[in-house]
């Protein structure tokens, strides 16, 4: 595959302060990147420069094979598509809005209708065509924001955030619909999220932002599951972090010895284990596992999870489907915790 974007030295500043520092990287034609990290990581900055809606301070951007400059800007800009977090429709009705996009790029007004017809068969909205975009809600929106920008068949699309504002089934609605465009049109998809599972749910591949950097770059069960350090750890929702030692072979802390560490020297490595990769239970848990026991300080319940600490040899986060422990659990209950070796990540 090739590469469609081709980012070397790319930075942003406003005024004194560096918001992106200088980045390198690429994407190849027809992949998704998911770009994750807290808010004011530079996400969005980043985002507005690649589409050329914001000049770089420093750097280069190669789109297409050919170099970003003032000559070439205006055409490669035709060739990519932006979704953001706001939907901004116009008083009008829904066609209307699906085709302003062509009009902006002169298309014939016949052919603009051909295609806001094809456009809304395709997402299966044909009956909203005559509504007026005032009686849509959220999610409906800003599918229709969405279909806006398809229907100019972008090769490059940039969602910023484009799911923040919606409830949970607008935003797998949406999510099927960003699928489809890159499985069915092969188009290249960079999408900016802090929603980490959205991340995994999307990505090829996953970069992590923080500060402006990125810290981390590689396929989502990667980043999820190896993170490279304790703020990508911190940020992709791993609970158990323990600045530990290997001694004997085996990574050990506060007493407890979490897995065996045979390639690894001596010295000091941080234990990275999640939440939900450790068992709860009242009695001693199954060979295979590493088995602690310990006594439960906390005890919460939330939605269908139980959020559980416990204190054995050191205090580990728990988190177990509420109907699958069988057990109830309150602060002093006397319980054994255990994991599978292979879950433990060790840096
Ligand atoms: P993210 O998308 O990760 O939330 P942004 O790219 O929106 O982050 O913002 C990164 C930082 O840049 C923030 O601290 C923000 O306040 C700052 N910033 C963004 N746009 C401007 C601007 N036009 N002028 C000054 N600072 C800005």
Same mark, same amino acid.
């Given at each position: 595959?090739?590469?469609?974007?081709?980012?070397?030295?790319?930075?942003?500043?406003?005024?004194?302060?560096?918001?992106?520092?200088?980045?390198?990287?690429? &994407?190849? @034609?027809? +992949? =998704? !990147?998911?770009?994750?990290? #807290?808010?004011?990581?530079?996400?969005?900055?980043?985002? /507005?420069? *690649?589409?050329?809606?914001?000049?770089?301070?420093?750097?280069?951007?190669?789109?297409?094979?050919?170099?970003?400059?003032?000559?070439?800007?205006?055409?490669?800009?035709?060739?990519?598509?932006?979704?953001?977090?706001?939907?901004?429709?116009?008083?009008?009705?829904?066609?209307?809005?699906?085709?302003?996009?062509?009009?902006?790029?002169?298309?014939?007004?016949?052919?603009?209708?051909?295609?806001?017809?094809?456009?809304?068969?395709?997402?299966?909205?044909?009956?909203?065509?005559?509504?007026?975009?005032?009686?849509?809600?959220?999610?409906?929106?800003?599918?229709?924001?969405?279909?806006?920008?398809? &229907?100019? @068949?972008? +090769? =490059? !699309?940039?969602?910023?955030? #484009?799911?923040?504002?919606?409830?949970?089934?607008?935003? /797998?609605? *949406?999510?099927?619909?960003?699928?489809?465009?890159?499985?069915?049109?092969?188009?290249?998809?960079?999408?900016?999220?802090?929603?980490?599972?959205?991340?995994?749910?999307?990505?090829?591949?996953?970069?992590?932002?923080?500060?402006?950097?990125?810290?981390?770059?590689?396929?989502?069960?990667?980043?999820?599951?190896?993170?490279?350090?304790?703020?990508?750890?911190?940020?992709?929702?791993?609970?158990?972090?323990?600045?530990?030692?290997?001694?004997?072979?085996?990574?050990?802390?506060?007493?407890?010895?979490?897995?065996?560490?045979?390639?690894?020297?001596?010295?000091?490595?941080?234990?990275?284990?999640?939440?939900?990769?450790?068992?709860?239970?009242?009695?001693?848990?199954?060979?295979?596992?590493?088995?602690?026991?310990?006594?439960?300080?906390?005890?919460?319940?939330?939605?269908?999870?139980?959020?559980?600490?416990?204190?054995?040899?050191?205090?580990?986060?728990?988190?177990?489907?509420?109907?699958?422990?069988?057990?109830?659990?309150?602060?002093?209950?006397?319980?054994?915790?255990?994991?599978?070796?292979?879950?433990?990540?060790?840096?």
């Amino acid at each position: 595959m090739t590469d469609i974007i081709s980012v070397s030295g790319l930075s942003k500043s406003y005024g004194k302060k560096e918001i992106v520092h200088p980045l390198n990287f690429s &994407v190849k @034609k027809g +992949e =998704i !990147l998911v770009i994750i990290g #807290p808010s004011g990581a530079g996400k969005s900055t980043l985002l /507005r420069m *690649l589409d050329i809606i914001e000049p770089a301070s420093k750097g280069e951007i190669t789109l297409f094979g050919e170099k970003v400059t003032k000559h070439s800007a205006h055409d490669l800009r035709n060739r990519m598509g932006m979704l953001f977090q706001k939907t901004v429709l116009f008083d009008r009705t829904v066609e209307e809005n699906i085709a302003l996009g062509l009009s902006y790029r002169n298309v014939s007004r016949e052919e603009r209708q051909k295609r806001v017809k094809t456009i809304l068969e395709e997402m299966e909205m044909s009956e909203y065509a005559r509504r007026s975009s005032r009686t849509l809600s959220g999610g409906e929106g800003q599918r229709i924001s969405f279909a806006r920008v398809l &229907v100019t @068949k972008p +090769e =490059i !699309l940039f969602l910023d955030e #484009p799911t923040a504002n919606l409830d949970p089934g607008a935003t /797998r609605l *949406l999510e099927e619909m960003i699928l489809h465009e890159n499985r069915v049109n092969k188009t290249t998809i960079v999408i900016t999220t802090h929603d980490q599972a959205q991340g995994q749910r999307l990505a090829d591949r996953v970069a992590v932002m923080i500060d402006g950097t990125f810290v981390q770059v590689g396929p989502a069960d990667e980043v999820f599951y190896h993170p490279a350090n304790e703020s990508v750890a911190t940020f992709v929702g791993v609970q158990n972090i323990f600045t530990g030692v290997v001694r004997n072979g085996n990574a050990v802390f506060g007493g407890v010895v979490f897995c065996p560490a045979p390639r690894i020297p001596d010295g000091i490595v941080q234990i990275m284990l999640r939440a939900e990769d450790i068992s709860l239970s009242k009695r001693e848990i199954d060979a295979g596992h590493i088995s602690v026991q310990g006594r439960v300080i906390t005890s919460e319940r939330s939605g269908a999870f139980l959020h559980i600490t416990v204190e054995a040899g050191c205090i580990f986060t728990v988190v177990c489907p509420f109907r699958q422990t069988g057990d109830t659990y309150v602060s002093g209950d006397r319980v054994w915790i255990g994991w599978r070796t292979d879950a433990v990540h060790l840096v």
